[in-house]
């Protein structure tokens, strides 16, 4: 006999108070253990603006070490290395694309770092002062993907680093065990990271400042010239570098938001530009250098496996340091955390500003998530390494500039450079932030030439395939930076906000 409507209302009564509960016992069990880990000293804040009176830390030299150490590791030098040994440019032609892409790249996440100290904010909740309260889901969800991205490629370039020093050592194992200090380091948050960088760029200029001493007698004219570089090469190679440095921008305020708000913006923006420059340049030109010369070097020819192993080639060029090589191997590679902890923190607090239910869960719930995600798709994607590597950075690199072109208009043009533009008291109010339309077209707009523009293994645009190269990157933001002033002025004018 079927259920009467009198018996399912009364089961319905059952039900609720039953969902009630499980829901109330486990927010409750999450408040006790975030109090327990506050009590221990693990960062439990969410997304909230951190008020002006709650800023109060002055050492705005962290501003370079977090940088200089996030960048200064494996992960850049494998970007470099990917000019000679993934586009085919020649070492001189590679040196010249760095120099010239560094300098002007690093010039964006430095200018998104001043946005921390000034306002408190973490990055995706600043998007919603242009995208809108609705809007900033998709640069949040974006984000989220984006900084898995990034951890991925940590993870193996530092996994293959370490199984590279022993035979009873591979790269599974090396991913894991990077995966898991990663977690360690992201678990407490904010005060321990900065902590962390603050010394972990030691391990890797030891490295390759001793990568210098025993391998640079190769790095001279015997290197091989390469083949004469074409137009798409240098484009594509350059855009792949500038995604490699823009996309932090994503993050960079995130790292200053218990920093007086007092500060120098000058002085934040040239810590932080140090701090991206010195280390990017460095670590790139080393990583072409090694790379164009691994050729001629049976060793290392042999350690880079093809491309396909820079933690290889990196252990190949220490080894005739010995002992010391090994260990110094083995350092790099148990730092490369200092380039994962900022991007898993991010990918937290991004999470978090997708949805206010995302806000319900504290932050190192995320961490966690986080990491069952990472190893998995790390040791899958390590079997073809510099696919995977160009990718991620260009399929980031694409949304990011649109992303950064977007908040820079939003601030010089409608918000006058003004800080006091910004009411913090309506980050979660979504009828008082702009509508966010503005942000949406200018992004969809751009994301209509980007495709045509891209070259990527899996999909070639016709207008890449023409033989300009992988300029999605360039146009996307140019095509951005064209149309948002544009659009925000009508909504503005249509809205009032």
Request: with cysteine.
């Amino acid at each position: 006999m079927e259920p009467s409507l009198k018996d399912e209302k009364a089961n319905s009564v059952v039900e609720e108070p039953l969902h009630e509960t499980i829901t109330t016992r486990t927010l409750r069990w999450m408040k006790k253990t975030t109090n327990l880990l506050a009590h221990w000293g693990v960062e439990t804040n969410g997304i909230d603006p951190i008020a002006p009176e709650d800023r109060q830390d002055t050492k705005l030299y962290q501003m370079f070490f977090v940088w200089f150490s996030a960048n200064i590791n494996v992960l850049a030098f494998g970007t470099g290395t990917a000019g000679p040994a993934f586009f085919g440019l020649g070492l001189r032609d590679t040196l010249i694309i760095l120099v010239i892409v560094d300098l002007i790249s690093c010039a964006i996440p430095a200018y998104f770092a001043v946005f921390g100290p000034k306002l408190g904010m973490r990055s995706m909740v600043l998007a919603r002062y242009s995208w809108g309260y609705y809007g900033a889901i998709i640069p949040s969800a974006f984000t989220v993907f984006s900084m898995q991205g990034f951890l991925i490629l940590n993870c193996i370039i530092g996994g293959q680093t370490l199984a590279s020093v022993s035979d009873n050592l591979n790269d599974t194992l090396g991913i894991v065990i990077i995966g898991l200090i990663s977690l360690v380091v992201t678990f407490f948050g904010y005060k321990v990271i900065h902590w962390y960088e603050t010394i972990a760029w030691i391990p890797s200029v030891l490295a390759f400042i001793v990568m210098l001493g025993v391998g640079g007698k190769h790095l001279g004219s015997d290197i091989p010239a390469g083949e004469p570089a074409s137009a798409a090469a240098i484009l594509s190679y350059a855009t792949t570098v500038s995604s490699s440095v823009i996309s932090w921008c994503m993050m960079t305020p995130d790292y200053g938001v218990y920093h007086t708000s007092k500060a120098s913006s000058t002085r934040v923006f040239l810590y932080s530009y140090a701090g991206f420059l010195v280390a990017s340049i460095v670590a790139h030109m080393l990583g072409a250098a090694f790379a164009a010369a691994a050729p001629v070097v049976p060793e290392w020819d042999a350690g880079f496996d093809n491309g396909n192993s820079v933690g290889g080639l990196v252990q190949a060029v220490l080894s005739p340091a010995g002992g010391f090589g090994k260990f110094l191997t083995v350092l790099i590679a148990l730092f490369t955390p200092s380039a994962c902890a900022p991007t898993m923190y991010t990918f937290a607090s991004s999470f978090m500003t997708i949805h206010a239910w995302f806000a319900r869960v504290p932050r190192y719930v995320y961490t966690i998530i986080s990491e069952a995600i990472l190893i998995p798709v790390a040791i899958v994607g390590a079997t073809h390494f510099y696919e995977t590597f160009v990718n991620i950075l260009n399929v980031i690199g694409y949304w990011s500039t649109v992303f950064a072109a977007i908040v820079i208009i939003e601030h010089v043009v409608f918000r006058n450079n003004d800080w006091t533009l910004y009411d913090l008291s309506q980050w979660s109010k979504a009828g008082e932030l702009p509508l966010g339309l503005a942000a949406i077209f200018a992004f969809l707009c751009a994301c209509g030439i980007i495709v045509p523009c891209m070259s990527q293994v899996w999909y070639v645009g016709p207008i890449a395939n023409a033989g300009t190269g992988d300029i999605g990157v360039l146009v996307g933001f140019a095509l951005a930076a064209i149309l948002y002033p544009v659009y925000r002025a009508v909504e503005r004018a249509v809205s009032g906000r």
